[in-house]
């Protein structure tokens, strides 16, 4: 008989604690929100939300009723979640914000400083944080919400895949989601970069749905290196080169591709298959920090057009000294440029020092970013070729055979 009672006892507190679907919510009660901008204002922050327009969304002819499958809604307020509640007025949905992908900041907003978002972002129990994060070069983000994309039907999918394939295959683009920018902004001896994004073409014609009707639309978006971060407030901008350089050197390079100059005019092409890269800190006689970075990469050879016989193994070798030169000259020179340009730690040397020698980074830690700048870093690759294709010569070679 007493088993019974405590089985009922505990059945009427499992009940208790567990109510099932209390905070439960209906998907026609919530406007979906996929990508949100966030742009600086005279009132506090502007507020761009790109939501499913979810009665559009299953149509492949455009919708049952012709618009457009998402909207954007833009409101001020002193704070990001009284912008999102003045949204109301418009929408007639709760903004929910679980499935963002992409966040977006105006350039103005991120050069004044992103702390006061983040703060709300994080705090956000709805938001998670697998999202990326991009900054508006020279423009709003408002205005990159505004574009309508070709091959994915809602553009904040296109901005998230479009990221997730040039940073794989490019290299010059970074996938920074919340978790990381934060870690790097509060780690010591490291700053964050942040993924550009722009308007290519004018924003009129990036809105309407006839733009991406054409074979060649007029507008597009276009991603553009990477932002530099000190602290918390973008810095400059690096072009495509020098965030290839970045990113090797964080080891987030998974493939891309380069070229090398042949002795006698010409070029070899290479495509690279993996890059890893690890960083050092020695100090020299006097005490000073003296940094490496060693880059291990593997390529393949994927076009030659310059009169060389690769079927030799010496050409083959002479070609991967080239490589390496190149990858010295190139990185060191772009690590110097956002060494002296802006005192950014944007590839956590100083982290490396702090890790290895912590009391020695107890004396430059107050002052790292101008102290970086003065630092000797030196850059050692190593290059693999492991495939030439599969042919050996130059097709115009045997062309030009009698």
């Known amino acids: 008989m007493w088993e019974r009672k405590v089985l009922t006892v505990l059945l009427i507190v499992n009940l208790a604690i567990t109510p099932g679907c209390w905070s439960k919510k209906e998907l026609n009660e919530l406007a979906v929100v996929m990508a949100l901008g966030i742009d600086t204002h005279e009132n506090g922050y502007a507020v761009s939300a790109q939501v499913l327009n979810s009665s559009e969304t299953g149509s492949k002819k455009g919708g049952s009723m012709g618009s457009l499958p998402v909207v954007t809604y833009k409101s001020v307020g002193k704070t990001i979640p009284d912008a999102l509640q ?11 914000l679980s499935h963002v992908r992409v966040l ?6 991120a050069r004044l400083g992103v702390s006061d978002v983040l703060d709300y972002i994080s705090r956000n129990h709805q938001l998670r944080t697998d999202f990326f994060m991009l900054v508006a070069k020279n423009g709003k983000a408002s205005d990159i919400l505004e574009v309508v994309t070709p091959f994915e039907y809602v553009p904040a999918n296109s901005l998230y895949s479009s990221i997730l394939i040039s940073q794989k295959k490019w290299a010059a683009t970074g996938k920074v989601t919340l978790q990381q920018f934060v870690t790097e902004l509060k780690r010591s001896g490291s700053d964050p970069v942040l993924s550009g ?35 918390d407030r973008l810095v400059g901008w690096l072009g495509e080169p020098p965030s290839k350089a970045v990113n090797y050197v964080l080891n987030r390079v998974d493939n891309t591709a380069g070229y090398i100059s042949c002795p006698d005019g010409g070029i070899v092409g290479f495509g690279v298959n993996r890059a ?24 393949d050879v994927n076009a030659v057009q310059c009169p060389i016989d690769i079927s030799r193994p010496a050409v083959i070798d002479e070609l991967e000294k080239d490589i390496e030169d190149k990858y010295n000259t190139n990185i060191s020179k772009h690590i110097g440029l956002v060494q002296q340009r802006y005192g950014s730690d944007v590839f956590g040397f100083g982290e490396v020092l702090h890790r290895k020698y912590p009391d020695v980074w107890k004396k430059y830690r107050d002052h790292w970013g101008e102290s970086f700048k003065t630092m000797n870093i030196r850059v050692d690759a190593d290059v693999a070729i492991r495939r030439i294709g599969s042919i050996i010569q130059p097709i115009n070679q045997k062309v030009d055979e009698p």
């Open 86 to 96: 003045r949204m109301l007025s418009m929408a007639p949905r709760m903004p929910y």
């Open 197 to 231: 994004v722009q308007l290519n073409g004018s924003l009129a014609e990036a809105q309407s749905l006839e733009n991406v009707k054409q074979i060649s639309p007029s507008t597009l978006l276009q991603h553009t290196g990477l932002g530099v971060f000190k602290e």
């Open 104 to 109: 977006v900041f105006g350039e103005d907003l």
């Open 276 to 299: 890893d890269t690890s960083l050092d800190v020695t100090l020299n006689s006097k005490g000073i920090p003296e940094f490496s970075a060693e880059l291990e990469i593997e390529a």
